[in-house]
């Protein structure tokens, strides 16, 4: 990790008609960590991921990604930032129609100079790189498991060689055995690729085994940010209830005996 922000955020403002999701967000990710991204329900963490990565515009404010206006580039700008990232959404959000090395190869297919021969091979490579059996390529969503699908979505995120990758919820509705694993897979990744990883999530387990730092929604904008540590010594009420709960204290306790 670097102290060069990859990601800049400014005066975002996000709503649905009266209501005000976000307002004044102010937010740097820096290049090469893994930034957890916490709050209570309503405070927008999935919104606030989709807007980064392009899938929705904000009312106001300013985007910055690899130093670069992602608000007001022009298209082809837009696209060669759109084909640095990589989105792994809840539950995988793969195509019900097509094998998982099929929905791998969407990704690749606006990439130049891809032959057939080529795009299955690279698929192959992501499906193994997530952790997947090779014999799952030609399986279809219906007959994965939850957290097979979850792998597979993140293959598919993995598919352009991003720099950055979005997270949303990657460990929820699974076994604390799956998540643990699916912690383990996504330190690891983030470390040999030296991705920086934008990760929504609720799981205490999760921000202990792969964050570098904690951003804190409350209050429509980014309350606080810091390390694991850092958040612990923090008086504001829900953000003390929530990282010295006892899940909080089980998390910490988990955490303590692997070390």
Known sequence: MTSEP?????????????????????????????????????????VLLRCIAGLRPPQAGAIEIFGQDALNCTEAERRAIDQRMGVMFQDGALFSSLTVRENVEVPMRSLPGLNMRLRRELADLKIAMSGLPYIAGDKYPSELSGGMRKRAGLARALARDPEIVFLDEPTAGLDPIGASAF??????????LGLTVFLVTHDLDTLHATCDRIAVLAEKRVLYTGTMAEMQRIEHPWVHEYFHGPRARAAVEATERTT
Not at 19 to 30: E, F, P, R, S
Not at 184 to 192: F, G, P, R
């Open 6 to 46: 990859i990601i800049r955020l400014r005066g975002i403002r996000n709503q649905f008609g009266a209501q005000v999701v976000h307002d004044k967000l102010d937010l740097d990710v820096m290049r090469g960590e893994v930034m957890g991204v916490v709050g209570g329900s309503g405070t927008g963490k999935s």
């Open 183 to 192: 912690d383990e897979l996504i330190k690891a990744l983030s470390q040999t």
